[in-house]
């Protein structure tokens, strides 16, 4: 069993930065693709970034490319989302996840373990 522990979110400005961490319990988090989503109240929980298990590929939802960034720490099984000129838009609980693959999924459904969420609001 894997447990994840984001922190890192709060208030910001737009135009702000944030960096998120998911912390993984257990040895075998290098093992494990990593997801990022996010869920707006009202809306449906959406795929933000994602990383194969080795950190070597990254996918981004066009709406954050160029602004966040995914990268993670084998070593310390801790992973990351650094987000930058921070958006309105961008307000939503964020979750890390796990999948028990080599490779990141958009899907929701793809993944094993979840974090609680951690919550990020942007104030224009």
């Known amino acids: 069993q894997v447990q994840l522990v984001e922190s890192g979110g709060g208030l910001v400005q737009a135009g702000g930065s944030l960096r998120l961490s998911c912390s993984a319990s257990g040895r075998t988090f290098s093992s494990y693709a990593m997801g990022w989503f996010r869920q707006a109240p009202g809306k449906e929980r959406e795929f933000v970034a994602g990383?194969?298990?080795?950190?070597?590929?990254?996918y981004y939802v066009d709406s954050v490319k160029g602004r966040f960034t995914i990268s993670r720490e084998q070593a310390k099984n801790t992973g990351f989302l650094q987000m930058n000129s921070l958006r309105t838009e961008d307000t939503a609980v964020y979750s890390c996840a796990l999948r028990r693959a080599l490779a990141a999924s958009k899907e929701v459904a793809e993944y094993a373990y979840w974090g609680q969420g951690t919550q990020v609001t942007v104030s224009s």
């Open positions: 990383m194969s298990a080795s950190g070597s590929v990254t």
